[in-house]
């Protein structure tokens, strides 16, 4: 089975600029996650989303936006991108959307803002 | 606010020595907690969880760690290391009045092992 899949790997853009993240879940996962990790520091939550349903946001300004789609894919919008966005995005999925639910990890987009 | 500290940046070991790394997170009421680890060149996975019950939960590849409730704390320990397992370990906590999957995760601490 594929594990959890983003694209693009790696990306650069200049401050300003808008950016599109995506994510394909687990086979069988309808709940997807975005998290932020910026080097020498854990991932932070940015989104979660089930069902095609925001579910939790984390602490972001309103530059950052997700959506998921009925195949359960998700996007990860990011616009007027500033120098401080430069960091790994993570999406993570899983079955449901329980707390106790076990993520499941993608290798992550690294995205340099210039 | 839910916050995770890991205290060690930085542990260097040599194979077969004892580890224990250290997690503390600030939040008064129940708690999920999580130690999830990342090898060189690989994705986050999950190392073992707690949930309720026993405070003692074992994990994958010999590792375990300990709710103390008391003190706020889930120590991750392995009696004996091993050259593989060298990577970045990750605390995280979710409340249980939080989002459901918005896990707090703490900044990791990176685990080195000398053959």
């Known amino acids: 089975d594929a594990g959890v899949t983003q694209s693009p790997t790696h990306l650069i853009k200049t401050r300003g600029q808008h950016v599109t993240l995506r994510c394909s879940p687990i086979?069988?996962?309808?709940?997807v996650s975005w998290y932020q990790q910026v080097l020498g520091q854990g991932p932070q939550f940015i989104f979660q989303?089930?069902?095609?349903?925001?579910?939790g946001r984390g602490n972001f300004p309103d530059r950052f936006s997700a959506r998921q789609f009925p195949n359960y894919s998700s996007e990860l919008n990011v616009n007027a991108l500033l120098l401080g966005d430069s960091a790994l995005y993570l999406c993570?999925?899983?079955?449901?959307?329980?707390?106790?639910?076990?993520?499941?990890f993608g290798s992550g987009t690294q995205l340099s803002v210039l | 606010a839910q916050s995770v500290s890991q205290h060690n940046h930085h542990v260097i070991l040599s194979e077969a020595a004892s580890l224990e790394l250290g997690c503390n997170y600030s939040y008064g009421g129940t708690v999920n907690l999580f130690w999830y680890v990342q090898y060189p060149g690989q994705h986050l996975q999950l190392l073992l969880k707690y949930f309720s019950g026993d405070p003692l939960v074992k994990g994958i590849k010999g590792f375990e760690a300990e709710f103390i409730k008391s003190k706020f704390s889930f120590n991750l320990r392995k009696p004996s290391v091993q050259w593989s397992d060298t990577a970045e370990y990750f605390c995280a906590v979710n409340a249980l009045d939080s989002s459901a999957s918005k896990i707090i995760f703490g900044s990791g601490t990176r685990l080195s092992i000398r053959p």
């Open positions: 086979s069988g996962h309808k709940s």
């Open positions: 993570a999925s899983s079955s449901r959307a329980a707390r106790n639910e076990k993520l499941f």
């Open positions: 989303y089930y069902e095609k349903e925001e579910r």
